[in-house]
């Protein structure tokens, strides 16, 4: 049974940096994409960004791009996403999530995490 447990989530203010992570349990995911996944107020859950376990190969939303940043440590077993210049559109609960093979959709998903929760006040 695999397991997922996010944590770093809390109140942040804007243009600050918060790091989430992810602990995953129960098997190995080395022929899986992890990533992120956010629920917005007022929005579908969206994809912010993706890793492959196997080479480190990341893929981010556009919204995202150049300021979260995903990485995988294979020791310890967990992914963590760097969140810098934070703004509040940015405001949401954060999932955890993997995948079987290279792409991370909401339809691929094989796993999801609970979820933490990101507050960005201005």
């Known amino acids: 049974q695999v397991q997922f447990v996010e944590s770093g989530g809390g109140l942040i203010y804007a243009v600050g940096s918060q790091r989430l992570s992810c602990a995953v349990s129960g098997r190995t995911l080395d022929q899986y994409v992890m990533g992120w996944f956010r629920r917005t107020p007022g929005k579908e859950r969206e994809f912010v960004g993706s890793?492959?376990?196997?080479?480190?190969?990341?893929d981010y939303a556009d919204s995202v791009k150049g300021r979260f940043t995903i990485s995988r440590d294979n020791i310890k077993n967990t992914i963590d996403l760097q969140m810098n210049s934070l703004k509040p559109e940015d405001t949401g609960t954060y999932f955890c999530a993997a995948a079987w093979g290279a792409t991370l959709t909401i339809q691929s998903v094989n796993y999801w995490g609970k979820g933490t929760l990101v507050i960005v006040s201005s």
């Open positions: 890793i492959r376990w196997s080479d480190g190969s990341e």
